[in-house]
T-cell receptor
Framework: AQSVAQPEDQVNVAEGNPLTVKCTYSVSGNPYLFWYVQYPNRGLQFLLKYITGDNLVKGSYGFEAEFNKSQTSFHLKKPSALVSDSALYFCAVRDGDNFNKFYFGSGTKLNVKP | GAGVSQSPSNKVTEKGKDVELRCDPISGHTALYWYRQRLGQGLEFLIYFQGNSAPDKSGLPSDRFSAERTGESVSTLTIQRTQQEDSAVYLC???????????FGPGTRLTVL
Protein backbone atom coordinates (compact mmCIF):
# COMPACT_ATOMS: atom_id res chain seq x y z
CA ALA A 1 0.00 0.00 0.00
CA GLN A 2 1.13 3.52 -0.76
CA SER A 3 1.35 5.91 2.16
CA VAL A 4 3.18 8.76 3.79
CA ALA A 5 3.76 9.32 7.50
CA GLN A 6 4.66 12.34 9.54
CA PRO A 7 5.49 10.90 12.96
CA GLU A 8 5.42 14.20 14.86
CA ASP A 9 2.20 16.12 15.36
CA GLN A 10 4.18 19.11 16.60
CA VAL A 11 7.77 20.34 16.52
CA ASN A 12 8.99 23.12 18.79
CA VAL A 13 12.20 24.99 18.06
CA ALA A 14 13.78 28.25 19.16
CA GLU A 15 14.34 31.00 16.62
CA GLY A 16 17.80 30.76 15.08
CA ASN A 17 18.10 27.03 15.73
CA PRO A 18 18.00 24.42 12.97
CA LEU A 19 14.71 22.64 12.38
CA THR A 20 13.76 19.24 11.01
CA VAL A 21 10.26 18.02 10.15
CA LYS A 22 10.17 14.30 9.48
CA CYS A 23 8.48 12.40 6.67
CA THR A 24 8.64 8.75 5.66
CA TYR A 25 6.89 7.15 2.73
CA SER A 26 5.92 3.85 1.19
CA VAL A 27 5.37 3.78 -2.57
CA SER A 28 5.97 1.44 -5.46
CA GLY A 29 8.44 2.57 -8.09
CA ASN A 30 10.33 5.83 -8.01
CA PRO A 31 8.86 8.30 -5.54
CA TYR A 32 7.76 11.81 -6.43
CA LEU A 33 7.86 13.68 -3.11
CA PHE A 34 6.57 17.12 -2.13
CA TRP A 35 6.41 19.45 0.86
CA TYR A 36 3.64 21.99 1.32
CA VAL A 37 3.09 24.61 4.02
CA GLN A 38 -0.21 25.95 5.33
CA TYR A 39 -0.15 29.27 7.13
CA PRO A 40 -3.12 30.18 9.34
CA ASN A 41 -6.22 31.07 7.32
CA ARG A 42 -4.41 30.47 4.05
CA GLY A 43 -4.34 27.67 1.50
CA LEU A 44 -1.54 25.13 1.13
CA GLN A 45 1.53 26.46 -0.62
CA PHE A 46 4.20 24.46 -2.42
CA LEU A 47 7.67 24.48 -0.82
CA LEU A 48 9.76 21.98 -2.76
CA LYS A 49 9.74 18.66 -4.58
CA TYR A 50 11.97 15.72 -5.36
CA ILE A 51 11.55 13.88 -8.65
CA THR A 52 15.06 12.84 -9.60
CA GLY A 53 18.64 14.04 -9.31
CA ASP A 54 20.42 15.38 -6.22
CA ASN A 55 19.17 13.97 -2.95
CA LEU A 56 19.27 17.43 -1.36
CA VAL A 57 16.52 19.63 -2.74
CA LYS A 58 16.32 23.36 -2.10
CA GLY A 59 13.02 25.19 -2.01
CA SER A 60 11.25 28.35 -1.01
CA TYR A 61 11.94 30.45 2.10
CA GLY A 62 15.32 28.79 2.75
CA PHE A 63 13.89 25.31 3.24
CA GLU A 64 15.53 22.18 1.94
CA ALA A 65 14.77 18.47 2.09
CA GLU A 66 16.90 15.38 1.92
CA PHE A 67 15.73 12.33 0.00
CA ASN A 68 17.03 9.10 1.53
CA LYS A 69 16.07 6.07 -0.51
CA SER A 70 17.37 3.44 1.91
CA GLN A 71 15.43 4.97 4.80
CA THR A 72 12.44 5.92 2.61
CA SER A 73 12.52 9.37 4.14
CA PHE A 74 12.19 12.94 2.91
CA HIS A 75 12.81 15.15 5.93
CA LEU A 76 12.32 18.91 5.68
CA LYS A 77 15.10 21.06 7.09
CA LYS A 78 16.11 24.65 7.61
CA PRO A 79 19.45 25.77 9.08
CA SER A 80 18.04 28.70 11.06
CA ALA A 81 14.36 28.89 12.00
CA LEU A 82 12.33 32.09 11.96
CA VAL A 83 9.22 32.86 14.02
CA SER A 84 7.43 33.41 10.70
CA ASP A 85 8.09 29.75 9.78
CA SER A 86 5.47 28.72 12.35
CA ALA A 87 2.83 26.89 10.32
CA LEU A 88 1.45 23.47 9.42
CA TYR A 89 3.66 21.39 7.12
CA PHE A 90 2.48 18.55 4.90
CA CYS A 91 4.54 15.90 3.13
CA ALA A 92 3.04 14.30 0.01
CA VAL A 93 3.94 11.43 -2.31
CA ARG A 94 2.57 10.50 -5.72
CA ASP A 95 1.08 7.05 -6.02
CA GLY A 96 3.53 4.77 -7.85
CA ASP A 97 0.75 2.90 -9.66
CA ASN A 98 -1.80 5.64 -10.22
CA PHE A 99 0.05 8.80 -11.19
CA ASN A 100 -3.08 10.90 -10.76
CA LYS A 101 -3.23 10.20 -7.06
CA PHE A 102 -1.31 11.81 -4.21
CA TYR A 103 -1.08 10.83 -0.57
CA PHE A 104 -0.61 13.50 2.07
CA GLY A 105 0.65 13.09 5.60
CA SER A 106 -1.41 14.24 8.56
CA GLY A 107 0.68 17.37 8.96
CA THR A 108 3.21 18.63 11.49
CA LYS A 109 2.68 21.86 13.36
CA LEU A 110 5.91 23.80 13.61
CA ASN A 111 6.19 26.27 16.48
CA VAL A 112 9.17 28.60 16.39
CA LYS A 113 9.59 30.51 19.66
CA PRO A 114 11.39 33.87 19.79
CA GLY B 1 -2.50 36.56 -11.35
CA ALA B 2 -5.57 35.10 -9.72
CA GLY B 3 -5.17 31.91 -7.74
CA VAL B 4 -7.55 29.02 -7.23
CA SER B 5 -10.83 30.17 -5.74
CA GLN B 6 -13.50 28.15 -3.98
CA SER B 7 -17.02 28.92 -2.89
CA PRO B 8 -18.63 29.03 -0.49
CA SER B 9 -15.92 29.43 2.14
CA ASN B 10 -18.23 27.98 4.77
CA LYS B 11 -21.33 25.82 4.45
CA VAL B 12 -23.54 24.61 7.25
CA THR B 13 -26.22 22.13 6.28
CA GLU B 14 -28.60 19.66 7.83
CA LYS B 15 -28.11 15.93 7.59
CA GLY B 16 -29.78 14.56 4.48
CA LYS B 17 -29.51 17.73 2.41
CA ASP B 18 -27.50 18.00 -0.81
CA VAL B 19 -24.60 20.46 -1.13
CA GLU B 20 -22.65 21.77 -4.08
CA LEU B 21 -19.12 23.11 -3.77
CA ARG B 22 -17.43 25.13 -6.48
CA CYS B 23 -13.82 25.47 -7.61
CA ASP B 24 -12.37 27.96 -10.10
CA PRO B 25 -8.89 26.78 -11.13
CA ILE B 26 -6.03 28.90 -12.39
CA SER B 27 -6.47 29.71 -16.07
CA GLY B 28 -4.46 27.34 -18.25
CA HIS B 29 -4.23 24.60 -15.63
CA THR B 30 -5.50 21.44 -17.26
CA ALA B 31 -5.40 19.27 -14.14
CA LEU B 32 -7.75 19.71 -11.18
CA TYR B 33 -7.96 17.79 -7.90
CA TRP B 34 -10.48 17.61 -5.09
CA TYR B 35 -9.36 16.59 -1.59
CA ARG B 36 -11.07 16.18 1.75
CA GLN B 37 -9.33 17.20 4.98
CA ARG B 38 -10.89 15.98 8.17
CA LEU B 39 -9.91 17.68 11.41
CA GLY B 40 -6.38 16.68 12.44
CA GLN B 41 -5.86 14.48 9.41
CA GLY B 42 -4.05 14.70 6.11
CA LEU B 43 -5.59 15.41 2.76
CA GLU B 44 -7.63 12.58 1.27
CA PHE B 45 -7.67 12.36 -2.53
CA LEU B 46 -11.19 12.38 -3.95
CA ILE B 47 -11.12 12.93 -7.70
CA TYR B 48 -8.82 14.11 -10.51
CA PHE B 49 -9.67 15.81 -13.82
CA GLN B 50 -7.22 16.17 -16.69
CA GLY B 51 -8.44 18.15 -19.68
CA ASN B 52 -11.20 16.34 -21.51
CA SER B 53 -10.13 12.88 -20.34
CA ALA B 54 -12.37 10.74 -18.19
CA PRO B 55 -11.92 11.75 -14.54
CA ASP B 56 -10.18 9.51 -12.01
CA LYS B 57 -12.91 8.92 -9.45
CA SER B 58 -11.03 6.28 -7.48
CA GLY B 59 -10.96 8.37 -4.29
CA LEU B 60 -14.67 9.13 -4.00
CA PRO B 61 -15.82 7.54 -0.72
CA SER B 62 -19.36 6.67 -1.77
CA ASP B 63 -21.89 7.10 -4.58
CA ARG B 64 -23.25 10.13 -2.72
CA PHE B 65 -20.20 12.03 -3.96
CA SER B 66 -19.91 13.23 -7.54
CA ALA B 67 -18.00 15.91 -9.39
CA GLU B 68 -18.12 17.57 -12.76
CA ARG B 69 -15.80 19.72 -14.81
CA THR B 70 -16.37 21.05 -18.28
CA GLY B 71 -13.10 21.22 -20.20
CA GLU B 72 -10.51 23.20 -18.25
CA SER B 73 -12.94 25.42 -16.40
CA VAL B 74 -14.94 25.42 -13.21
CA SER B 75 -15.53 22.23 -11.27
CA THR B 76 -18.33 21.38 -8.87
CA LEU B 77 -18.30 18.72 -6.17
CA THR B 78 -21.74 17.53 -5.13
CA ILE B 79 -22.52 15.60 -1.98
CA GLN B 80 -26.00 14.12 -1.85
CA ARG B 81 -27.86 13.21 1.33
CA THR B 82 -25.09 14.61 3.52
CA GLN B 83 -24.05 12.75 6.66
CA GLN B 84 -22.28 14.06 9.74
CA GLU B 85 -19.09 12.23 8.75
CA ASP B 86 -18.97 14.40 5.61
CA SER B 87 -18.04 17.37 7.81
CA ALA B 88 -14.57 18.45 6.70
CA VAL B 89 -12.68 21.04 4.71
CA TYR B 90 -12.90 20.34 0.98
CA LEU B 91 -9.87 21.55 -0.94
CA CYS B 92 -9.44 22.07 -4.64
CA UNK B 93 -6.08 22.27 -6.39
CA UNK B 94 -5.00 22.83 -9.98
CA UNK B 95 -1.77 22.31 -11.89
CA UNK B 96 -0.46 22.07 -15.43
CA UNK B 97 0.96 18.57 -15.15
CA UNK B 98 0.44 15.87 -12.56
CA UNK B 99 4.07 15.79 -11.44
CA UNK B 100 4.17 19.49 -10.87
CA UNK B 101 3.31 21.33 -7.72
CA UNK B 102 -0.36 21.87 -7.07
CA UNK B 103 -1.92 25.26 -6.37
CA PHE B 104 -4.54 25.03 -3.67
CA GLY B 105 -7.64 27.07 -3.06
CA PRO B 106 -8.60 28.26 0.44
CA GLY B 107 -11.09 25.42 0.87
CA THR B 108 -14.74 25.09 1.79
CA ARG B 109 -15.48 24.19 5.40
CA LEU B 110 -18.55 21.94 5.41
CA THR B 111 -20.43 21.32 8.63
CA VAL B 112 -23.27 18.80 8.63
CA LEU B 113 -25.54 19.12 11.65
Amino acid sequence: AQSVAQPEDQVNVAEGNPLTVKCTYSVSGNPYLFWYVQYPNRGLQFLLKYITGDNLVKGSYGFEAEFNKSQTSFHLKKPSALVSDSALYFCAVRDGDNFNKFYFGSGTKLNVKP
Amino acid sequence: GAGVSQSPSNKVTEKGKDVELRCDPISGHTALYWYRQRLGQGLEFLIYFQGNSAPDKSGLPSDRFSAERTGESVSTLTIQRTQQEDSAVYLCASTRLSYNEQFFGPGTRLTVL
